[in-house]
Protein backbone atom coordinates (compact mmCIF):
# COMPACT_ATOMS: atom_id res chain seq x y z
CA UNK A 1 0.00 0.00 0.00
CA UNK A 2 1.27 3.72 -0.89
CA UNK A 3 2.38 5.64 1.77
CA UNK A 4 1.09 8.58 0.13
CA UNK A 5 -2.95 8.14 -0.85
CA UNK A 6 -3.06 8.19 -4.37
CA UNK A 7 -6.56 9.57 -5.49
CA UNK A 8 -8.57 7.08 -6.67
CA UNK A 9 -10.74 8.61 -8.69
CA UNK A 10 -9.91 12.06 -11.32
CA UNK A 11 -12.32 13.48 -8.68
CA UNK A 12 -10.98 12.71 -5.41
CA UNK A 13 -7.92 14.49 -6.89
CA UNK A 14 -7.25 18.36 -6.01
CA UNK A 15 -9.30 20.31 -8.18
CA UNK A 16 -6.11 21.84 -10.19
CA UNK A 17 -4.88 18.85 -10.92
CA UNK A 18 -8.57 17.49 -12.36
CA UNK A 19 -8.16 19.16 -15.91
CA UNK A 20 -4.62 17.85 -16.13
CA UNK A 21 -5.64 14.15 -14.72
CA UNK A 22 -8.32 14.49 -17.50
CA UNK A 23 -5.65 15.43 -20.22
CA UNK A 24 -3.73 12.16 -19.55
CA UNK A 25 -6.65 9.96 -19.41
CA UNK A 26 -7.91 11.17 -22.60
CA UNK A 27 -4.35 10.07 -23.90
CA UNK A 28 -3.58 7.08 -22.52
CA UNK A 29 -7.00 6.08 -21.89
CA UNK A 30 -6.35 5.15 -18.25
CA UNK A 31 -4.95 7.28 -15.46
CA UNK A 32 -1.80 5.16 -14.06
CA UNK A 33 -0.84 5.06 -10.43
CA UNK A 34 1.76 7.43 -10.35
CA UNK A 35 0.01 10.52 -12.27
CA UNK A 36 -2.57 10.12 -9.38
CA UNK A 37 0.12 10.16 -6.80
CA UNK A 38 1.67 13.07 -7.94
CA UNK A 39 -1.82 14.93 -8.76
CA UNK A 40 -1.32 15.31 -4.74
CA UNK A 41 0.55 18.69 -5.15
CA UNK A 42 -0.80 20.12 -8.49
CA UNK A 43 2.32 22.39 -9.44
CA UNK A 44 4.47 18.94 -9.25
CA UNK A 45 1.91 17.07 -12.07
CA UNK A 46 1.66 19.99 -14.19
CA UNK A 47 5.28 20.42 -14.09
CA UNK A 48 5.98 16.59 -14.74
CA UNK A 49 3.34 16.69 -17.10
CA UNK A 50 5.04 19.57 -18.78
CA UNK A 51 8.85 18.85 -19.10
CA UNK A 52 7.23 14.96 -20.03
CA UNK A 53 5.87 17.06 -23.06
CA UNK A 54 8.63 19.22 -23.70
CA UNK A 55 11.16 15.73 -24.29
CA UNK A 56 8.41 14.41 -26.48
CA UNK A 57 9.45 16.93 -28.81
CA UNK A 58 13.12 16.28 -28.61
CA UNK A 59 15.06 14.16 -30.42
CA UNK A 60 15.92 11.17 -28.73
CA UNK A 61 12.59 9.11 -30.01
CA UNK A 62 10.60 7.04 -28.02
CA UNK A 63 12.98 3.56 -28.52
CA UNK A 64 16.16 5.02 -26.57
CA UNK A 65 13.86 7.18 -24.39
CA UNK A 66 12.11 3.81 -22.72
CA UNK A 67 15.85 2.36 -23.09
CA UNK A 68 16.95 5.19 -20.85
CA UNK A 69 14.50 4.84 -18.67
CA UNK A 70 14.81 0.73 -17.94
CA UNK A 71 18.11 1.63 -17.11
CA UNK A 72 17.44 4.52 -14.68
CA UNK A 73 14.94 2.63 -13.19
CA UNK A 74 16.85 -0.48 -12.49
CA UNK A 75 20.05 1.78 -11.22
CA UNK A 76 17.59 3.32 -8.60
CA UNK A 77 15.61 0.06 -7.60
CA UNK A 78 12.22 1.62 -8.69
CA UNK A 79 10.00 -1.40 -8.98
CA UNK A 80 7.18 0.91 -10.36
CA UNK A 81 9.09 2.06 -13.35
CA UNK A 82 10.62 -0.79 -14.28
CA UNK A 83 7.46 -2.07 -14.06
CA UNK A 84 5.69 0.88 -16.47
CA UNK A 85 8.37 1.09 -18.47
CA UNK A 86 8.63 -2.35 -19.24
CA UNK A 87 5.53 -2.63 -20.64
CA UNK A 88 5.76 0.55 -22.45
CA UNK A 89 9.19 -0.06 -24.08
CA UNK A 90 7.39 -3.94 -25.04
CA UNK A 91 4.34 -2.36 -26.18
CA UNK A 92 4.67 1.65 -27.46
CA UNK A 93 8.67 1.40 -28.06
CA UNK A 94 8.02 -2.41 -29.63
CA UNK A 95 11.23 -2.98 -28.35
CA UNK A 96 11.67 -6.82 -27.56
CA UNK A 97 12.35 -8.65 -24.00
CA UNK A 98 16.43 -9.38 -25.28
CA UNK A 99 16.67 -5.30 -25.61
CA UNK A 100 14.77 -4.72 -22.30
CA UNK A 101 17.02 -7.26 -20.17
CA UNK A 102 20.01 -4.97 -21.67
CA UNK A 103 18.27 -1.60 -21.02
CA UNK A 104 18.11 -2.81 -17.54
CA UNK A 105 21.70 -3.80 -17.77
CA UNK A 106 22.59 -0.17 -19.03
CA UNK A 107 23.46 -1.08 -22.26
CA UNK A 108 21.15 -1.54 -25.78
CA UNK A 109 21.84 -4.18 -28.18
CA UNK A 110 22.08 -1.55 -30.79
CA UNK A 111 24.99 0.20 -31.30
CA UNK A 112 24.01 4.17 -31.61
CA UNK A 113 21.42 3.63 -28.60
CA UNK A 114 24.30 1.59 -26.68
CA UNK A 115 26.13 5.10 -26.54
CA UNK A 116 23.19 6.93 -25.27
CA UNK A 117 22.03 4.50 -22.65
CA UNK A 118 25.37 3.80 -21.48
CA UNK A 119 25.92 7.39 -21.11
CA UNK A 120 22.75 7.77 -19.27
CA UNK A 121 23.58 4.88 -16.83
CA UNK A 122 26.89 6.50 -15.96
CA UNK A 123 25.44 9.77 -15.25
CA UNK A 124 22.63 8.35 -12.72
CA UNK A 125 25.30 5.98 -11.51
CA UNK A 126 28.06 8.99 -11.21
CA UNK A 127 25.43 11.98 -10.55
CA UNK A 128 26.23 13.66 -13.12
CA UNK A 129 29.99 13.47 -12.35
CA UNK A 130 30.92 12.09 -16.12
CA UNK A 131 34.64 11.85 -17.69
CA UNK A 132 35.43 13.54 -20.78
CA UNK A 133 36.21 10.28 -22.53
CA UNK A 134 31.93 9.47 -21.50
CA UNK A 135 31.02 12.64 -23.40
CA UNK A 136 33.39 11.97 -26.34
CA UNK A 137 31.94 8.40 -26.66
CA UNK A 138 28.09 9.52 -27.07
CA UNK A 139 29.47 12.27 -29.28
CA UNK A 140 31.49 10.00 -31.62
CA UNK A 141 28.53 7.48 -31.54
CA UNK A 142 26.80 10.71 -33.17
CA UNK A 143 24.80 12.03 -30.48
CA UNK A 144 24.23 15.86 -30.66
CA UNK A 145 24.93 18.61 -27.82
CA UNK A 146 21.36 18.78 -27.81
CA UNK A 147 21.18 15.43 -27.88
CA UNK A 148 22.88 14.90 -24.77
CA UNK A 149 21.09 17.67 -23.05
CA UNK A 150 18.05 15.53 -23.56
CA UNK A 151 19.55 12.35 -22.69
CA UNK A 152 20.82 14.48 -19.37
CA UNK A 153 16.94 15.61 -18.87
CA UNK A 154 15.68 12.28 -19.35
CA UNK A 155 18.15 10.80 -16.61
CA UNK A 156 16.91 13.59 -14.24
CA UNK A 157 12.97 12.99 -15.41
CA UNK A 158 13.59 9.41 -14.49
CA UNK A 159 14.83 9.81 -11.35
CA UNK A 160 12.56 12.17 -10.26
CA UNK A 161 9.85 9.63 -10.80
CA UNK A 162 11.59 7.11 -9.25
CA UNK A 163 12.65 8.72 -6.13
CA UNK A 164 8.56 9.72 -5.73
CA UNK A 165 7.79 6.14 -6.46
CA UNK A 166 10.44 4.57 -3.92
CA UNK A 167 9.48 7.10 -1.15
CA UNK A 168 5.62 6.67 -1.64
CA UNK A 169 5.59 3.10 -2.37
CA UNK A 170 3.78 3.84 -5.44
CA UNK A 171 1.15 0.75 -5.95
CA UNK A 172 2.23 -0.74 -9.13
CA UNK A 173 -0.27 -1.27 -11.89
CA UNK A 174 1.19 -3.17 -14.72
CA UNK A 175 2.53 -6.13 -15.24
CA UNK A 176 4.70 -6.32 -12.05
CA UNK A 177 9.12 -6.23 -12.98
CA UNK A 178 10.85 -6.58 -10.26
CA UNK A 179 14.13 -4.59 -9.84
CA UNK A 180 17.90 -6.51 -8.92
CA UNK A 181 19.84 -3.96 -7.46
CA UNK A 182 16.89 -3.75 -4.29
CA UNK A 183 15.00 -6.92 -4.00
CA UNK A 184 12.45 -6.39 -2.07
Known amino acids: MSRIPTPSTIDAAPEASRPLLEAVNKQLGVVPNLFRLVSNSPAAL ?27 AEI ?3 D ?3 SAHAYLAKNLAK ?33 GHVT ?3 VRDVKAAGYTDAEIVEIV ?25 RNKTFAV
Do not use: H, M
Not at 46 to 72: H, N, P
Not at 160 to 170: L, S
Open 76 to 78: NGC
Open 80 to 82: YCL
Open 46 to 72: DGYLGLSAALGKGTLGAQTSERIALAV
Open 95 to 127: LDDAEITTNRNGGSNDPKADAAVRFAATVARER
Open 132 to 134: DAD
Open 153 to 177: LSVALNVWTNYVNVVAQTDIDFPVV
